[in-house]
T-cell receptor
Framework: DTAVSQTPKYLVTQMGNDKSIKCEQNLGHDTMYWYKQDSKKFLKIMFSYNNKELIINETVPNRFSPKSPDKAHLNLHINSLELGDSAVYFC????????????FGPGTRLTVL | TQLLEQSPQFLSIQEGENLTVYCNSSSVFSSLQWYRQEPGEGPVLLVTVVTGGEVKKLKRLTFQFGDARKDSSLHITAAQPGDTGLYLCAGDPANDYKLSFGAGTTVTVRA
């Protein structure tokens, strides 16, 4: 069974479109995250949720809107996609708040044309 | 400005050689984590070091936490092709529930 899963694995879209990435964890963890990894492999926190409550919003443009319908899911919706949004987006979860061990999903490679 | 500086950025060695990766900061950490990320996958935790001066071993990997808890190193003995990957150190220096990652060291072990 996959611990943290994300869909889709690849996403190719045009500038200006709106897209969503879904994430689910079956570890029973209380905290979920979205990270962005740029072309230089630098991994940076975007958002974290604990028990469905937003804990961290790390100066991310408001075109990015996370939604946590329940503790096991954290989705990421992106409006008006820009070229600079191209990156790999990772969902992660942890039992407690960071720096508790992060369990990462396989990533979603977003390419904006 | 990155809170965690990793060096070197790239490392390519022959199978059987040893290597060391460094993670340095001017901040004090309550703990530091090391992750390995393989192509097309998410990072996976290797170890967490908590006590200053602590040394942890994981088979051929040895992790050390500096006495002042500002730096850490990862040493791999007799590297194998399976050790190839991106090695990331991470910590939360401000204790604000945000994990900061270093830029990573890409290790390639040639057979």
């Amino acid at each position: 069974d996959t611990a943290v899963s994300q869909t889709p694995k690849y996403l190719v879209t045009q500038m200006g479109n709106d897209k969503s990435i879904k994430c689910e964890q079956n570890l029973g963890h209380d905290t979920m995250y979205w990270y962005k990894q740029d072309s230089k492999k630098f991994l940076k926190i975007m958002f974290s949720y604990n028990n469905k409550e937003l804990i961290i919003n790390e100066t991310v443009p408001n075109r990015f809107s996370p939604k946590s319908p329940d503790k096991a899911h954290l989705n990421l919706h992106i409006n008006s996609l820009e070229l600079g949004d191209s990156a790999v987006y990772f969902c992660a979860s942890s039992q407690d708040l960071a720096p508790d061990t992060q369990y990462f999903g396989p990533g979603t490679r977003l390419t904006v044309l | 400005t990155q809170l965690l500086e990793q060096s070197p950025q790239f490392l390519s060695i022959q199978e059987g050689e040893n290597l060391t990766v460094y993670c340095n900061s001017s901040s004090v950490f309550s703990s530091l984590q090391w992750y390995r990320q393989e192509p097309g996958e998410g990072p996976v935790l290797l170890v967490t070091v908590v006590t200053g001066g602590e040394v942890k071993k994981l088979k051929r990997l040895t992790f050390q936490f500096g006495d002042a808890r500002k730096d850490s190193s990862l040493h791999i003995t007799a590297a194998q092709p399976g050790d190839t990957g991106l090695y990331l150190c991470a910590g939360d220096p401000a204790n604000d529930y945000k994990l900061s990652f270093g830029a990573g060291t890409t290790v390639t072990v040639r057979a």
